[in-house]
């Protein structure tokens, strides 16, 4: 069984669960220990001494810009729907990404998926292929400002 699979796995179900009832907990030890022994066969997953500050990072600096990427994103895309004559220009982009970890490659492409008006298809190296529902550029510099803020502040967590 690995620990830290384990506690995380516990932490994650009485955070879904909202609840202290004994059977809660006991059902949540159980499948904590299943998923920790199955993860144990295929992942080598520890806690280093840099978790709880890239926990912090993660909960107080990243997840309040992804809200704040999203928003502006959904309104891009409202924006769109409600006024179909504003100019439309989709199209698949590859951009390289900075990221060295593939835990950090992973979630900026689900970060750019989640946004409304892109989805990330492939990773390949540290290139990410993305449809996106607006390419305004296919100079470095144009595609940066469409991911790189959520870049930054996932190297700051994950690297």
Do not use: C
Request: no cysteine.
């Amino acid at each position: 069984m690995n620990f830290s699979v384990f506690i995380v796995s516990f932490f994650t179900w009485v955070l879904l669960t909202w609840s202290i009832d004994i059977q809660e907990i006991i059902v949540g030890l159980i499948v904590s220990v299943v998923v920790s022994m199955i993860f144990r066969k295929y992942y080598n997953i520890r806690f280093d001494g840099k978790f709880f500050v890239r926990l912090f990072k993660f909960i107080f600096i990243y997840i309040p810009v992804f809200i704040w990427e999203m928003i502006k994103a959904n309104l891009d895309v409202a924006s769109r729907v409600i006024m179909p004559n504003l100019r439309l220009k989709p199209g698949f982009v590859k951009v390289k990404t900075d990221m060295k970890t593939d835990v950090g490659k992973l979630m900026l492409a689900n970060s750019i998926t989640l946004t409304p008006g892109t989805i990330t298809f492939d990773i390949s190296d540290d290139e990410l292929y993305i449809h996106w529902i607006d390419v305004v550029g296919t100079d470095e510099e144009s595609k940066r400002t469409f991911y790189g803020r959520l870049e930054r502040v996932l190297k700051g967590v994950f690297e």
